[in-house]
Nanobody, 122 residues
């Protein structure tokens, strides 16, 4: 499966972005899809995901509801809506898939997209 993340860019603090992750080769339907980010000098951080099968969303408590994941299996696309962005949200954002029901550890994910840069200006 090849994953393509897009939708990043430069946005002012308080703004919003919607990231997309498109899969080719296989459908997302049989996988949980997770979103992560990595800022320079920091470890990759789990943000939110969509569970395998029931597609239930789950997320990191640290986001306080600012980021929301959704899935459109017809388009083989998973989205991450970023709201109320802050300067500390600046990072490269990645999507990935796992055959587990859901996972928050990056080591549980087998295929990764190339990442999309999000830069938030204060």
């Amino acid at each position: 499966v090849q994953l393509q993340a897009s939708g990043g860019g430069l946005v002012q603090a308080g703004g919003s972005l919607r990231l997309s992750c498109v899969a080719s080769g296989r459908t997302f339907r049989n996988y949980a899809v997770g979103w992560f980010r990595q800022a320079p000098g920091k470890e990759r951080e789990f943000l939110a995901g969509s569970s395998r099968g029931d597609e239930r969303a789950y997320s990191s408590d640290s986001l306080k509801g600012r980021f929301t994941v959704s899935r459109d299996n017809g388009k083989n696309t998973v989205y991450l809506q970023l709201n109320d962005l802050k300067a500390e949200d600046t990072a490269v954002y990645y999507c990935a898939i796992t055959s587990r029901y859901r996972a928050r550890d990056s080591a549980d994910y087998g295929s990764w997209g190339q990442g999309t840069q999000v830069t938030v200006s204060s």
